[in-house]
């Protein structure tokens, strides 16, 4: 663990062993104000320590958004704390210590928590690697909105759902804007030079992605075209 990974004051961290390339080294699940924050996956051995960390007592469960990896262990939880409430909550929701921030994007019912100068940002923004976003309606932009958005915070600390904490907030957010920007003039620049198929673009644009993550990789485009349609900014043969 590096020096600065530590847990932010009121906030406890229990990652569950789920590691796989999206969820990096598992889940994060987090205890603070006497709630739990993504109880993760419906895991014993994870759940057992997650109300362990909050001293055997919970008051309640709130999700960042429905994915499993985040989710599966929110019932089994809320039994084992003796019937608390699970709660998914929409914009502006006020839950247990927490307000919920509408951030679509990486999912269409997405919320970050603030707590304070702390935000939860679930799978919005990640301590480390970038934010897979599938395609659907408007995905992409509006998860660009959710980080224009959480840019506009004064943040001292991220807590994400995988990865670890992230103590320069802003530097984050403006470095996943620009990755995301980045991938795009890449993308353009291939249509530019007359790519068409999604191995000419992928080639061109994310000839860095290793080859286990292509195919996330080929989703990520396909959500990048969509914006660029939404713009009408796609060659005329590809419209
Ligand atoms: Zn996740």
Not at 54 to 75: F, K, N, P, Q, Y
Not at 133 to 154: D, F, T
């Amino acid at each position: 663990m590096r020096a600065d990974d530590r847990d932010p004051t009121g906030v406890v961290r229990v990652r569950a062993s789920n590691p796989s390339p999206l969820t990096l080294d598992g889940t994060n699940s987090y205890v603070a104000g006497g709630w739990v924050v993504d109880p993760g996956p419906a895991d014993a051995g994870h759940l057992d320590a997650v109300l362990a960390a909050a001293g055997g007592r919970i008051e309640g469960i709130v999700l960042t958004h429905s994915h499993h990896d985040h989710s599966e262990g929110a019932e089994p939880l809320a039994e084992r704390a003796g019937g608390v409430e699970v709660v998914k909550p929409g914009e502006g929701d006020e839950i247990g210590p927490f307000t919920a921030l509408a951030t679509p994007g990486h999912a269409p019912d997405h919320v970050c928590l603030l707590l304070g100068r702390t935000c939860f940002t679930g799978d919005t923004v990640l301590g480390r690697g970038s934010v897979f976003i599938a395609p659907g309606e408007g995905s992409l932009s509006a998860y660009l909105a959710s980080l224009r958005r959480l840019a506009q915070l004064e943040l001292d600390v991220l807590c994400p759902g995988h990865g670890p904490y992230v103590w320069d907030p802003r530097a984050k957010l403006e470095e996943y804007m620009a990755h995301r920007l980045d991938r795009e003039r890449a993308l353009v620049a291939a249509l530019e030079d007359g790519a068409r198929t999604e191995e000419e673009l992928l080639d061109g644009a994310w000839a860095d992605v290793p080859t286990h993550l292509r195919p996330a990789a080929a989703l990520t485009l396909t959500a990048h075209l969509e914006k660029l349609a939404e713009e009408d900014r796609l060659p005329e043969d590809l419209t």
